[in-house]
């Protein structure tokens, strides 16, 4: 079955990079996300890495996947107070009838201190 | 071009009451996915709809649950007789095709089961 994990907190200092660690186990899934939900609101696409690659970079934005040991990680450079918020991993796990059903972790909740 | 939305974005209910979720996907948009957060977790998927089609219900509670997406109108998730164990958040989110690799999501609507 499908089953992704993450650590459920993590406190970094402003202006220091923060890394946000997921493992997931369908090793079929073609794509990988990372979301970010504010307090009260929905979910915000931050990026997403096909399978096919090792690493992406967008901005302050790096995502590493190693496939081998099914580990998707998030750096964020710099990061900001603004930044604060829960950072989820989704994988896709499609189904007979087509679509994309997303598959998320719980959640890992981010803290940025002065 | 408005996103997806969901009304009402706080419903009160109580025990025993019947909770109706409504969700607008964005302009184009006929693949619709519900989504359910209970406190402290990730989402969870319940149900993939297209246009007049129940796709995939695998996540939906068996009994007092159920959804569709009618040709003209919102797509509607309706919960009957509910329980406190109902109070979650629910996102619906919206693609424009069922293998497109985003899929954007709704605000959201808390419900509270008293």
């Known amino acids: 079955g499908e089953d992704v994990e993450q650590s459920l907190f993590l406190s970094v200092r402003e202006g220091d990079s923060s890394v946000i660690n997921c493992t997931y186990t369908?090793?079929?899934?073609?794509?990988l996300y990372w979301y970010k939900q504010e307090p009260g609101a929905g979910l915000q696409l931050l990026t997403y890495i096909f399978s096919n690659m090792d690493m992406k970079q967008d901005q302050r934005l790096t995502v590493l996947l190693n496939k081998k040991d099914k580990h998707l990680s998030l750096r964020i450079a710099d990061t900001q107070t603004g930044d604060s918020a829960i950072y989820f991993c989704a994988e896709v796990g499609g189904f007979t009838g087509g679509g994309n059903k997303l598959t998320f972790g719980t959640g890992t909740q981010l803290k940025v201190e002065l | 071009n408005a996103g997806v939305m969901q009304n009402p974005r706080h419903l009160v209910r109580r025990r025993g009451q019947e909770a109706r979720l409504r969700c607008s996907p964005m302009k184009g948009h006929s693949h619709v996915y519900w989504y359910r957060q209970l406190p402290e977790e990730g989402l969870k998927f319940m149900v993939y709809l297209q246009k007049e089609n129940i796709i995939d219900e695998s996540g939906m509670p068996k009994e007092r649950f159920s959804a569709e997406f009618p040709k003209e109108g919102p797509s509607i998730l309706r919960i009957q007789q509910v329980v406190r164990g109902d109070s979650a958040a629910y996102f619906c989110a919206s693609s424009p095709r069922s293998d497109y690799n985003e899929q954007f999501f709704g605000p959201g609507t808390r419900l509270t089961v008293l």
């Open positions: 369908d090793s079929s899934s073609t794509y």
